[in-house]
């Protein structure tokens, strides 16, 4: 009998699936009712749930159930398939997905995809590197207990204890410190993947890193506002733990049922993530007179806006970049800078 973690189901973006059909393995009624319930808790059309079968759409990646693994490949690469691995890795390191230097990417084999491995081991590496270095400190602010007036009082709370703690203080304040909201986020999802790794020297680690983080306060992830966390400033190798932290808490679904075990989808779009390496394969370019810049909507009639998916200008000549690879020439139009 095979064990879960053999059995693999591969399957091309906007390809359909149905139950009992061969994509490497069988895809069975178990594989269908996890996706199911996976779809069902998500806000985003990563696939399409129908009656006998599932509809993928532009997202690629893989969805580790506790049937086995689900990978979603490029349409692009039907004729070869181990060419696509290292495409599909060097598009994610490029746009800051994966690390550049993860030991985990040494397990790419021929015919194997590894993602999920290569995700998990980075992520634990990385952190490891991170906390070596010494965590990000911020001001912070605390609403504490002391007998020293150090900030404003909290009269509410004060009032209340002033019987049994008459000699405490409530206080609110700013504490320069590394137990703040980023860090949290970080040990999120270093405790999801102490759930989701089977018992290995990867989960050691994981809960060897756990320990040193006890001291932090915990947080929820309907607590976590990405829009904010994606304009604080941070160093590139910091923002790289927060883009994967981002992953696995938002990919992460704790239980698709009674007594199942977790689900963990490591999925991207695939028209964004190959917009995105070519706008930085063109910005790297630096060549002189060239100006390259991705999503600048432009209002050009009333309330429309106008948004091409790259904007390059030229020695004075501008085009736009579609995900079909042309590259067509506009007119000097001032929408379109």
Not at 67 to 85: H, N
Not at 210 to 227: A, E, F, K, S
Not at 267 to 296: C, I, K
């Amino acid at each position: 009998m095979k064990n879960a973690n053999d059995i693999v189901i591969r399957v091309f973006e906007h390809q359909r699936v149905e139950i009992g059909e061969r994509v490497g393995n069988p895809f069975t009624m178990e594989f269908w009712q996890a996706l199911r319930d996976f779809q069902a808790q998500q806000s985003r059309p990563f696939y399409k749930v129908l009656p006998g079968g599932i509809s993928f759409s532009s997202y690629v990646g893989a969805i580790q159930t506790r049937y086995g693994l689900v990978e979603i490949w490029p349409k692009t690469d039907r004729s070869g398939e181990a060419t696509w691995q290292p495409f599909l890795l060097e598009l994610l390191t490029s746009c800051r997905y994966v690390p550049v230097h993860s030991p985990g990417l040494g397990l790419i084999q021929p015919g194997v995809f590894p993602l999920v491995s290569v995700y998990l081991v980075g992520f634990i590496h990385e952190v490891e590197l991170w906390l070596k270095k010494g965590p990000s400190h911020q001001y912070e602010t605390q609403i504490q207990s002391s007998r020293v007036w150090k900030g404003s009082v909290q009269w509410g709370e004060q009032i209340k204890r002033q019987l049994t703690h008459a000699d405490e203080i409530i206080t609110q304040t700013q504490v320069f410190t590394s137990d703040h909201r980023l860090n949290r986020v970080i040990k999120l999802a270093l405790q999801m993947v102490c759930n989701l790794l089977p018992a290995s020297q990867g989960r050691v680690t994981a809960s060897g890193l756990l320990d040193q983080l006890v001291h932090w306060g915990d947080i929820h992830p309907r607590q976590i506002d990405w829009d904010q966390i994606a304009r604080y400033p941070m160093a590139p190798s910091y923002q790289t733990i927060i883009n994967m932290s981002k992953a696995i808490i938002t990919g992460y679904v704790g239980g698709i049922g009674a007594g199942k075990s977790p689900v963990l989808a490591l999925l991207f779009d695939m028209n964004v993530l190959f917009e995105t390496y070519v706008h930085q394969q063109l910005a790297q370019l630096q060549l002189p007179g060239l100006w390259v810049s991705r999503q600048p909507g432009r209002s050009f009639w009333l309330d429309r806006v106008l948004i091409p998916d790259i904007v390059m200008q030229y020695q004075e000549k501008n085009g736009y970049w579609t995900p079909s690879g042309n590259y067509s020439p506009k007119p000097n139009l001032p929408w379109m800078i």
